[in-house]
């Protein structure tokens, strides 16, 4: 575990000063095409077209083949440079974690939509959300796409942020990978729809499993984090006990109910997927009280604020792991 504290540290502050180079394919993106390729051949499979109940047994073997072989290639990398000079691997081993960590790129990403939106472009704000979120954005008006842009903040400070620094602190890089593996592939196949129901049915379990303890310990860090930016923490606190469980998803309701409550605003409500208009439950962090039909609109200025949120909820996870190497390293 000494060994795997100090890179994760490292590969967040290498994530969040320098992040990635635009010169390098990036190793998500290769494991992205690979289980497009793998999904690709498996629907070509006249079972599966034929027979949708192996869509499930199918889609599992997938997803353990391509989280496991996520890890071993990793693992054999590291080794394969630990046998040219040590260092090198130590190296490779922080950027390798430094490429699961998208704090950096997160941050931009939200701060592209608040700057569009304060110059009063909404069609360039409603492109910039569409690269954060799933749902339409077409028809968004300014205060739909601040809060898209704070829930999207708000939810990958685990995915993207917490989450793969825990593992990279208990695993070093080959578990930060394979957790990111696990996360692309939910995000690829884990929809509800009539192709990825079964077939994504493994990769959409195993990322609520994954997810699951850095989601809780996200919530302590965020609050952690609200208190030393002096937003409403113990309104973060509030909100995530009573409204976190309302949210479809298990692990992303507590960020998004804290940050809510942080930040005192309203999440969730209505949005459309795919033409489909759906309703999730308010995370209301404005009032302790059910609120009144008008409430305030979010807009680029909350975005900014979550922003601040996300970057400083990041920072106190990787001063923990840096913590935790000191302090074993002093016993």
């Known amino acids: 575990m000494t060994l795997s504290l100090l890179p994760a540290a490292l590969g967040y502050l290498v994530d969040r000063f320098a992040g990635d ?26 079972l599966l077209r034929s027979a949708p109940a192996w869509r499930r047994p199918a889609g599992a073997v997938l997803t353990a083949g391509v989280v496991a072989g996520t890890f071993l290639a990793v693992r054999f990398l ?56 799933g749902r339409d954005t077409d028809r968004m008006d300014e205060a739909a796409a601040a809060r898209a842009s704070v829930e999207s903040a708000a939810e990958n400070t685990v995915d993207a942020v917490v989450a793969p620094l825990f593992y990279a602190a208990i695993g070093g890089a080959p578990l930060a990978m394979a957790y990111r593996a696990v996360n692309t592939l939910d995000s690829m196949w884990g929809y509800r729809n009539e192709r990825y129901l079964r077939f994504g049915w493994a990769a959409a379990r195993l990322d609520d499993l994954t997810g699951y303890v850095p989601a809780r310990l996200a919530g302590v860090l965020m609050a952690g984090a609200a208190a030393l930016l002096g937003l409403d923490w113990r309104g973060g606190i509030r909100t995530w006990r009573r409204d976190a469980r309302k949210h479809p998803s298990p692990n992303a309701g507590i960020p998004e109910a804290v940050a809510a409550g942080a930040l005192r605003i309203r999440l969730g409500g209505e949005a459309s997927y795919g033409g489909r208009l759906e309703f999730r439950p308010y995370l209301d962090g404005s009032s302790a009280r059910p609120l009144p039909a008008e409430t305030p609109r979010l807009g680029p200025a909350d975005i900014r604020r979550a922003v601040n949120l996300e970057r400083w909820t990041g920072n106190l996870a990787a001063l923990a792991s840096l913590g935790g190497w000191i302090i074993l390293r002093t016993w």
């Not at 080794?79 to 430094?98: G, M, R, Y």
């Open 21 to 46: 180079p635009p010169f390098l394919r990036h190793p998500v993106a290769v494991i992205g095409t690979l289980a497009g390729r793998l999904e690709k051949a498996a629907f070509g499979l006249s």
């Open 78 to 133: 590291l080794a394969l440079a630990a046998l040219v000079n040590p260092f090198l691997a130590a190296a490779l081993e922080i950027w390798l974690i430094s490429t699961t960590i998208a704090s950096r790129g997160l941050a931009e990403a939200s701060l592209s939509v608040a700057g569009a939106l304060e110059a009063g472009d909404l069609p360039a704000g409603r492109r910039a959300v569409a690269g954060l979120v």
